[in-house]
T-cell receptor, first 115, second 114 residues
Framework: NAGVTQTPKFQVLKTGQSMTLQCAQD?????MSWYRQDPGMGLRLIHY???????DQGEVPNGYNVSRSTTEDFPLRLLSAAPSQTSVYFC??????????????FGPGTRLTVL | QQQVKQSPQSLIVQKGGISIINCAYE??????FPWYQQFPGKGPALLIA?????SEKKEGRFTISFNKSAKQFSLHIMDSQPGDSATYFC?????????????FGKGTLLTVNP
């Protein structure tokens, strides 16, 4: 299993540009989430999904869109990039507790810089 | 409003010593408390987790102590090793199985000197 994969690893955007951060998992996990990590801020939840076709907002959703058309993929879209979106983005996946798997597995991250 | 407060921000420990990181939470509905370890350039990885029906959980050199009445939990790393040098995050979630919706502390950078 590859686990959780994210592409690209690094990206530089100009203010106003749009882009999609890709996330895929091959563990057949129902749950997927996007977090951003900023220095001294820990990780903050952007959006999450509890299954294909179901998404909801987290703590810091503004400026981001998500969709979940398949179990495996959970892309994060930046509609009009702003310098405040410069961050490291992590995708994570997990199964519901009670199935013996509480662990939320994180991908390697995408480091995004917006100029 | 920061729902999970973590301290200290950084910690330096000698090899063989005990590392202690503390977290306090405000939301009494939290019922799942994991600790994550993150090495530079990598994603966080689950280290150990606890639910509030127990006061302590031990896995190897890592122990979580949980105090429900004080709304605090801590990570103890016994016999700390240079390879333990990393950033540690506490987290919490509501609803038992809601491990997809974690609230994280701000992290502690642990340095273990040889």
């Amino acid at each position: 299993n590859a686990g959780v994969t994210q592409t690209p690893k690094f990206q530089v955007l100009k203010t106003g540009q749009s882009m999609t951060l890709q996330c895929a998992q091959d563990m057949n996990h129902e749950y997927m989430s996007w977090y951003r990590q900023d220095p001294g801020m820990g990780l903050r939840l952007i959006h999450y999904s509890v299954g294909a076709g179901i998404t909801d907002q987290g703590e810091v959703p503004n400026g981001y869109n998500v969709s979940r058309s398949t179990t495996e993929d959970f892309p994060l879209r930046l509609l009009s990039a702003a310098p405040s979106q410069t961050s490291v983005y992590f995708c994570a996946s997990s199964s519901p507790a009670g199935l013996g798997a509480d662990t939320q597995y994180f991908g390697p991250g995408t480091r995004l810089t917006v100029l | 409003q920061q729902q999970v407060k973590q301290s200290p921000q950084s910690l330096i420990v000698q090899k063989g010593g005990i590392s202690i990181i503390n977290c306090a939470y405000e939301n009494t509905a939290f019922d799942y408390f994991p600790w994550y370890q993150q090495f530079p350039g990598k994603g966080p990885a689950l280290l150990i987790a606890i639910r509030p029906d127990v006061s302590e959980k031990k896995e190897g050199r890592f122990t979580i102590s949980f105090n429900k009445s004080a709304k605090q939990f801590s990570l103890h790393i016994m016999d700390s090793q240079p390879g333990d040098s990393a950033t540690y995050f506490c987290a919490a979630s509501v609803g038992g199985g809601s491990n997809y919706k974690l609230t994280f502390g701000k992290g502690t950078l642990l340095t273990v000197n040889p």
